[in-house]
């Protein structure tokens, strides 16, 4: 995981999201909430730079992940600071799961995950704070973002395009600035 920024809401959320959504919250007690906001997933990936959230990599496709899931908390259904872009299958990981159990990628510090070449596992540096240890492996584990071959084979594909000449490091900051900084680090040592 990487720290992100909180970017603000896009023209047109309130009048097409947040709106309509309220609306269908007073009306329905219970039910799965519509979901209005898909149709500003495309500015919500461009908010993460079309990085997941959770895993720090390039997400061509990606879902809308409420981080106070709808069943935790139903009024952060249609709020814009509740959104993270995520893979759909880490999204899904995390379903069940209470926020206070997950690492915010808005509150996480850039030092706390580092992954580990030559084998792309990611791991909790010494930098996370003692207090944050234990939710953070439970994060690492639960969302499969520490060694899952799902994970690993993408690191793996990232950096072997860096490695081949097929993106510069730059390129790679981009699409997987995890994988970038261990380059960097290792080509400092």
Request: proline share 6%; glycine share 4%.
């Amino acid at each position: 995981m990487i720290r992100f920024e909180r970017r603000p809401k896009p023209e047109g959320f309130e009048k097409r999201v947040e709106e309509p959504g309220a609306a269908w919250l007073e009306a329905n007690a219970t039910g799965r909430p519509p979901a209005h906001w898909r149709e500003f997933r495309p500015q919500l990936a461009d908010a993460f730079g079309s990085l997941c959230a959770y895993c720090a990599m390039f997400e061509p496709v990606g879902t809308v992940d409420h981080f106070v899931s709808i069943d935790e908390d139903r009024s952060k259904s249609y709020d814009w600071t509740n959104y993270r872009f995520s893979a759909g299958w880490i999204n899904s990981s995390k379903q069940s799961l209470k926020s206070t159990q997950v690492i915010d990628p808005f509150a996480v510090t850039n030092e706390w995950f580092a992954v580990q070449l030559p084998s792309m596992q990611l791991v909790l540096t010494d930098h996370v704070p003692p207090e944050e240890r234990e939710r953070a492996q439970f994060v690492l584990d639960r969302l499969h973002l520490g060694h899952d071959e799902r994970v690993v084979r993408q690191r793996r594909e990232w950096y072997r395009m860096y490695q081949e000449g097929e993106l510069d490091l730059i390129g790679l900051r981009r699409k997987a600035p995890l994988i970038a900084a261990a380059v960097k680090k290792q080509e400092a040592a």
